[in-house]
Structures are given as structure tokens and as C-alpha cells.
């Protein structure tokens, strides 16, 4: 909390989130436009490091629904703007090109707007008590992030199910998703937020094999991933957790 008065602490927690997920975009839009990594690397950094950076962020806000509404306004902010970048209504060349695979604008209304609106939905509504929010951040933002980088690296030997689909992507999504909800599971439990126990490292490792199962199913590249993954450990979540 910055002051006794939750409006105002929240409203300087929502400045300073916005603030540092704002320079950590920008950053990347940089190395976007300049052409420091290859454009599918530099999409799938944004991909990772919004969400978790944000993430990160959480503890600044009070706690209960307001801290967790004005939070969910970080990302909400970004949902509106891929709706105007999307719809031509605002340019921004170097934003298109850190967030999609073709620098067509309109893309940015079918994977990163579902990616960006699961991310508003979860912080609004489940908040970082939660361990399904958790899992959420960590399967779509690490998860599914990593799975694209180690697939096109290592993505010799393909899944009998789907060609389009790697064994190391698959694994590498599940470790990712996995790690990366333990690791804010001890970050949030240090806090005070969840309670750490082996059960919920085993519920974690669960969720997260059956997300990269998802992603890796031919139907997820049909209706983006970016829309079932977040769909499947919501489901998933809301049983086990």
C-alpha cells in the first residue's frame, strides 16, 4: 500500500504497473523495428514477458476486488488498443510488428487480442490468490511462449498427431508452464497470498501437461491457441484447484 487511502494507493500502483509493462513493450518494439532478433523470436519475448512482468506487479495493489479491478485495467488498456490497431482506426508500425507474424495489422485481432483479454479476464476475476490465475499466466504467457522458441530450434521429431507440432515444443511447453507456476506460486505464498504445498506442485504439473496436449491438438491451431489454452486451464483449473 502507498497510503491509507486504497483509491489513491491503487491509482499509484496502476501508474507504476502500467509504467514497467509499458517499458518492457517498448523495449521490445525496439528490438522489433531495428531487427535485433528474428520477428517470430521477438513476438513470441512480447508473449512471455508482458504477462509475467505483469505479474510480478500484482503485489503493488491492495487487496480484495478493488485491487484486482483497477490491475486488470493494465491489461484491459491493451485489449482496447489492439482493437484500434486491429481495425486500422490507429497505426503504430512498430507495435504490429513486435505482435504479429505477417505486419499485417489486422492479425492482432485474432491471437494477441484473445491472449491479451484472457489475461483481463483472469486478473479481474480470479486475482492473485488464486491458483488457477496462476496457472493461466504461467501456461499462456511462459507455456506457450516457450513452445514456439524450443520448436523451432529443436522441432526436428514431429507429433504423430498433428505435423505441425514438435515432441520438443510440446515438452518444452510443459516445463515452462510448470516451472514458471511454481516459481510464482513461491512468490505469491511468500507474500501471503497462496498457500505452497507439494499437492498444489502436483495439480500445477497436471494442468500444465494437459495445456501443452491442447496446444499441440490440431483443432488449437485451427481456432488459435491463444484461445484454448486459456480455455483448458481455466476448465481444467476450476476442477482441480
Not at 491503487?10 to 525496439?30: D, H, Q, W
Request: charged letters at 15%; hydrophobic letters at 50%; glycine letters at 10%.
Amino acid at each position: 500500500m502507498f497510503s491509507d487511502n486504497v483509491v489513491i494507493s491503487n491509482i499509484i500502483a496502476g501508474g507504476l504497473s502500467a509504467g514497467i509493462t509499458g517499458s518492457v513493450l517498448k523495449l521490445l518494439e525496439i528490438t522489433a523495428t531495428r531487427g535485433v532478433f528474428d520477428q517470430k523470436l521477438n513476438r513470441k519475448l512480447v508473449h512471455i514477458s508482458f504477462g509475467l512482468v505483469f505479474m510480478l506487479c500484482w503485489p503493488l495493489f491492495s487487496s480484495g476486488r478493488a485491487g484486482a479491478v483497477v490491475a486488470s485495467l493494465i491489461p484491459g488498456m491493451n485489449v482496447v488498443n489492439m482493437l484500434l490497431l486491429g481495425s486500422g482506426i490507429r497505426k503504430d508500425d512498430a507495435t504490429v510488428k513486435s505482435m504479429t507474424r505477417t505486419n499485417d495489422h489486422r492479425e492482432l485481432l485474432k491471437g494477441p487480442l484473445c491472449y491479451i483479454s484472457a489475461l483481463t479476464l483472469v486478473t479481474a476475476f480470479y486475482w492473485r490468490t488464486s491458483p488457477i490465475a496462476v496457472a493461466v499466466f504461467c501456461n499462456v504467457c511462459a507455456g506457450d511462449g516457450m513452445a514456439d522458441i524450443f520448436g523451432r530450434r529443436f522441432g526436428r521429431k514431429k507429433l504423430p498427431y498433428n505435423r505441425d507440432k514438435s515432441v520438443a515444443g510440446t515438452v518444452a511447453m510443459a516445463c515452462a508452464g510448470f516451472l514458471a507456476s511454481v516459481g510464482y506460486m513461491l512468490y505469491f505464498s511468500g507474500l501471503g497470498y497462496i498457500e505452497a504445498s507439494f499437492e498444489l506442485v502436483i495439480k500445477f504439473l497436471v494442468v500444465s501437461i494437459a495445456s501443452a496436449l491442447v496446444e499441440s491438438h490440431p483443432k488449437s491451431t485451427q481456432l488459435d491457441d491463444n484461445f484454448t489454452v486459456p480455455l483448458a486451464v481455466f476448465l481444467l483449473g476450476t476442477l482441480v484447484f
